[in-house]
């Protein structure tokens, strides 16, 4: 079965740090790939995609993400964080055959410090 | 625009009762999921719905869980004679159809059974 794995769960920065939360996913077609972020009280909203072409893709307030095939990971970077940027994210998974839906992480929360 | 609306945004039950959540989807989105988030766990998918064809209920954890979508619109999820395990936050999510289009998410319903 296909799953995504984030292997961070919780992670604390200080502000200006680097960001970088892995994800890695198993499965062996072509798959579209997401990051989502859930800012506390808010709905899920989506941070970047993947779909096809230049594997690092720019999303939202200044975080970019590299998919590299060989290694089945999509990590999401950041070079400098903000306090705003508190935050639970989640790598997602869309196979480009079968199932339409998402295939979620187990998210990973981080928390700035100012 | 409007976004996805969810209702209730809370609702309590006692084990053993029937609850029905409402999902209503971005007007013009054919594509309709919907997910449970459990306290330290990611989005589990639990069914989806696009246009007229047959739902994918390939997620629904158990026959207690049924869902319809009337019109193409309005999508109900009925939990019968619920359970503990059932307490989670019941996402709904909605998207034009095909891969590249994203999905949108609704603020949920939490979910207490009692």
């Known amino acids: 079965a296909q799953s995504v794995s984030q292997h961070n769960h919780h992670v604390i920065l200080s502000e200006a740090a680097s960001l970088e939360l892995g994800c890695n996913y198993s499965y062996g077609g072509t798959v579209n790939l997401f990051w989502y972020v859930q800012y506390p009280g808010q709905h899920l909203q989506l941070l970047l995609k993947y779909f096809s072409g230049d594997p690092l893709v720019k999303g939202i307030k200044g975080f970019e993400a590299e998919f590299i095939k060989s290694k089945f990971s999509f990590n999401l970077r950041k070079p400098s964080v903000q306090w705003s940027d508190t935050a639970e994210y989640f790598c997602?998974?869309?196979?480009?055959?079968?199932?339409?839906?998402?295939?979620f992480g187990s998210g990973t929360r981080l928390q700035v410090q100012p | 625009g409007a976004g996805v609306s969810q209702s209730p945004s809370n609702k309590v039950t006692e084990k053993g009762k029937d609850v029905e959540l409402r999902c209503d989807p971005i007007?013009?989105?054919?594509?309709l999921y919907w997910y449970r988030q459990s306290l330290g766990q990611g989005l589990e998918f639990l069914i989806y719905?696009?246009?007229?064809?047959?739902?994918?209920k390939s997620g629904l954890p158990s026959d207690r869980f049924s869902a319809e979508r009337t019109g193409g619109s309005v999508s109900t999820l009925t939990i019968q004679r619920t359970q503990q395990e059932d307490s989670a936050v019941y996402l709904c999510?909605?998207?034009?159809?095909?891969?590249?289009?994203?999905?949108?998410f609704g603020p949920g319903t939490r979910l207490t059974v009692t």
């Open positions: 719905f696009q246009g007229n064809s047959a739902p994918d």
């Open positions: 999510a909605s998207s034009f159809p095909g891969q590249q289009y994203e999905q949108y």
């Open positions: 007007s013009g989105h054919t594509a």
């Open positions: 997602a998974v869309k196979r480009n055959t079968g199932r339409r839906a998402l295939t």
